[in-house]
């Protein structure tokens, strides 16, 4: 995949405000599951599981399986992802 590729597909994961706010209420309360997630922002469970994979996708979130749930935390790019939003929102 060629690196435009792969900044779009990057850029595509966080155009979106509740993706943004997905990734920092992540950020602040790693370990969420979907339904916390949904909860929490106040989404159905089907639109905040888009969202989830949508972010998975880009490689701003990673996912692990405990039982039945999927926990969610940000990861190192979703972390420079949000340094820049930072940036962005002065």
Same mark, same amino acid.
């Given at each position: ?21 997905? /990734?920092? !209420?992540?950020? %602040? &309360?790693?370990?969420?599951? =979907?339904?916390? $997630? #949904? ?5 159905? @469970? +089907? ?12 490689? /701003?979130? !990673?996912?692990? %399986? &405990?039982?039945?749930?999927? =926990?969610?935390? $940000? #990861? ?5 992802? @949000? +340094? ?7």
């Amino acid at each position: 995949m060629s690196t435009s590729r792969k900044t779009e597909r990057i850029v595509k994961g966080f155009a979106n405000h509740r993706r943004i706010d997905m /990734l920092k !209420l992540i950020k %602040n &309360r790693p370990e969420l599951s =979907l339904n916390e $997630v #949904s909860s929490e922002l106040r989404v159905n @469970l +089907k639109t905040a599981s888009e969202h989830l994979r949508r972010l998975a996708i880009a490689g /701003l979130i !990673l996912k692990r %399986n &405990r039982g039945q749930n999927v =926990l969610h935390k $940000v #990861s190192p790019l979703g972390d420079d992802i @949000l +340094k820049f939003l930072r940036k962005l929102e002065q």
